[in-house]
């Protein structure tokens, strides 16, 4: 119904952004409807002002669709319209979802059960850390992971749910037929083959920053949650917490030390109560746990992969899913009802434990 070289066509008229585009393809019916339509029928549409309406009215772009085209079928890839059924679920629901997506890879409905994670591209160990191990339990629990294939944080995610024989989707500042960066070609062909690389921008862009921030809303608009581990307070992380909160989407971050510059974005999420601090996956699942679909035959060993003091194990080990009062829980694991309640809360903090109403604890 959408023929591709008429969309190119249209898309590459000049002040034609994604919302115009959807729109007139919405009132058209198809791009070489759009096309053939006379300026008259085009101011029709709302946004299409009459300098606008002369303007697509004669325009031809042939040359731009036709090179586009040659690069698609060199590289492998193709275009998928937010009118297909392929186009992702989670994307169509943002406040301007691209009209068309360029993918390299597989896109499928089960895309919808993802998780973002972003952050610096210049990570701390402990950055480092965490993005290894939250990707890794992600993977395992088949949640598709979104990142950006930056440097640093990103390159880590992807990397790391590979390995895992998980799904991952990148997503690019650039033409899909452009890696960047250089030194992630080997990682950029091994996300196509299990999971896709996308981006909006059209084969041969190159990399410009000012592409990046508008990237991030597709980062965010293709998951449940974003998580930034680690962000300077003006690094592009912030961008995609900014844009996921805008989206009303979830938004996660991992603290870390007072005075770090690489914590300062995520401790001041959590600190304005924007981000709901996590210390592992637990934690994301509590929270959107009945939006996300899991291997939950795994679950248990992602659990324990949470550091626990002997007491917590203690108290712990007392819980099941079946609610126990504070003074139970207190004389069953023999210690008073106060040390009781500071480890039940940062149990409760490391997304193991739920407290209910009249002091009654349970497991997660």
């Known amino acids: 119904m959408h023929n591709v070289r008429d969309l190119l066509r249209l898309s590459s008229v000049p002040r034609i952004g994604a919302h115009k585009l959807r729109a007139l393809v919405g009132h058209f019916g198809s791009p070489t409807n759009v096309l053939a339509a006379k300026a008259r029928d085009l101011i029709c549409v709302e946004g299409i002002h009459r300098r606008l309406a002369t303007a697509i009215a004669h325009h031809d772009g042939s040359a731009f669709a036709d090179d586009q085209l040659r690069r698609m079928n060199r590289s ?37 059960n993802a998780i973002a994670l972003v952050g610096t591209r210049h990570p701390s160990p402990y950055g480092m850390r965490i993005a290894e191990s939250l990707s890794r339990d992600l993977a395992e629990l088949g949640v598709v992971v979104v990142s ?11 990397a790391a749910v590979i390995r895992s024989q998980g799904r991952t989707i990148a997503v690019i500042g650039s033409g899909v037929d452009i890696v960047y960066p250089p030194e992630n070609r080997s990682l950029f062909h091994q ?39 680690e962000s300077a307070e003006d690094g592009g992380a912030m961008i ?34 924007r981000a709901k601090l996590i210390t592992g996956v637990p934690d994301i699942i509590a929270e959107l746990g009945s939006h996300l679909k899991l291997e939950t035959a795994l679950l248990p060993s992602v659990q324990r992969t949470i550091a626990l003091t002997l007491f917590e ?19 069953q694991c023999q210690t008073t009802t106060s040390d009781a309640l ?15 109403p009249g002091k009654y604890f349970q497991t997660t």
Not at 150 to 158: L, P, Q, S
Not at 342 to 356: A, D, N, W
Request: charged content about 25%.
């Open 191 to 229: 996300i196509i083959e299990t999971g896709a690389v996308v981006s909006e921008f059209p084969m041969g862009a190159k990399p410009d920053a000012p592409n990046f921030p508008k990237r991030n809303r597709i980062i965010s608009g293709m998951s449940l949650g974003s998580v930034v581990i």
């Open 313 to 331: 194990e203690t108290i712990l080990s007392c819980l099941s899913t079946e609610p126990l009062h504070i003074d139970a829980i207190a004389d």
């Open 76 to 112: 492998g890839a193709r275009i998928v319209t937010i009118w297909d059924k392929e186009y992702p679920e989670l994307l169509k629901r943002i406040y301007d979802p691209p009209a068309f997506l360029y993918v390299r890879g597989t896109l499928g409905k089960d895309d919808r």
């Open 148 to 158: 950006g294939l930056a440097r640093g944080i990103d390159t880590i995610v992807h």
């Open 240 to 273: 995609t917490a900014s844009t996921a909160l805008d989206q009303n989407r979830e938004v996660f971050a991992v603290p870390g030390p007072i005075g770090e510059k690489k914590s300062a974005g995520p401790n001041v999420l959590i600190r304005d109560g």
């Open 342 to 356: 500071v480890t039940l809360l940062s149990l409760e903090f490391k997304g193991l434990v739920r407290q209910l």
